[in-house]
């Protein structure tokens, strides 16, 4: 993998700057770490010895994408299963309920936005027409994109089931631009800079300290990366840039 930080700010002009939410708006992943590490702890004393829980979580949840799809009721389903699975059927009735009640709270818990991102949306929107495309349960997405405050800056949103070119392809399209004047910002390399690159578009990655699994890609790009959002506006050229 080779990553490149540009000093200069991108030329182009963009139409439309389009957004990852989660891990990129506001913190996800870090809940599904606190949640798995709480699984292992419920399990430990069922599992079988030798038996990697967290491993066997991990080998359900991957099972599960094309049938359950993404997102925290994917997840809660895959800890229910993966309890009957690795206890043998012998889980016993309150653990599982603690494993619902974790994935409850996280369906129900606040968006916590990541710092900068309400005056950096609001001087990206300045300039550019904004869309917001996120994968997950359409339910839980919209309503974190409902209570987050940030919905007013966004002239599209999209709940998808998956992010590939295909998947942007119609979007853009939808969205009337051409790849060349369109710019997806997101945390994930597999999912948020590769199928924008392979179209011809745009895209800056803007790493998540975690990253799930799933999302790990190996490839030889040369990535447009910043360290944090608060860097956006000016490597888009904002005239509301700081």
């Not at 997950?136 to 992010?163: I, W, Y």
């Not at 890609?217 to 506006?233: F, G, Q, Y």
Request: charged content about 20%.
């Amino acid at each position: 993998m080779r990553r490149c930080r540009q000093t200069a700010s991108v030329s182009a002009r963009f139409d439309v700057v389009a957004f990852d939410a989660d891990d990129t708006l506001w913190h996800s992943e870090d809940s599904f770490h606190d949640v798995e590490a709480r699984f292992v702890e419920l399990l430990a004393p069922y599992a079988p010895d030798g038996i990697d829980v967290a491993a066997a979580l991990r080998a359900m949840e991957r099972a599960q994408l094309p049938i359950a799809g993404y997102g925290v009721k994917a997840f809660t389903l895959s800890m229910v299963q993966a309890a009957i699975a690795v206890t043998d059927g012998a889980v016993p009735a309150p653990v599982i309920g603690a494993l619902v009640d974790a994935g409850m709270a996280m369906l129900t818990e606040t968006v916590r936005l990541l710092p900068h991102v309400p005056e950096v949306l609001a001087a990206v929107a300045a300039d550019h027409r904004l869309a917001l495309i996120t994968k997950g349960d359409l339910v839980h997405q919209m309503r974190k994109v409902t209570t987050s405050g940030l919905a007013h800056h966004f002239a599209v949103v999209e709940v998808v089931l998956e992010k590939d070119a295909e998947t942007y392809a119609r979007i853009i399209e939808q969205l009337a631009v051409e790849p060349p004047r369109f710019c997806m910002v997101g945390n994930s390399v597999r999912s948020d800079i590769l199928p924008v690159l392979a179209l011809g578009g745009h895209a800056v990655h803007i790493p998540y300290p975690l990253l799930w699994e799933h999302e790990h890609v190996d490839h030889d790009e040369d990535l447009d990366e910043l360290t944090s959002i608060a860097e956006l506006p000016a490597r888009l050229g904002s005239s509301h840039s700081h």
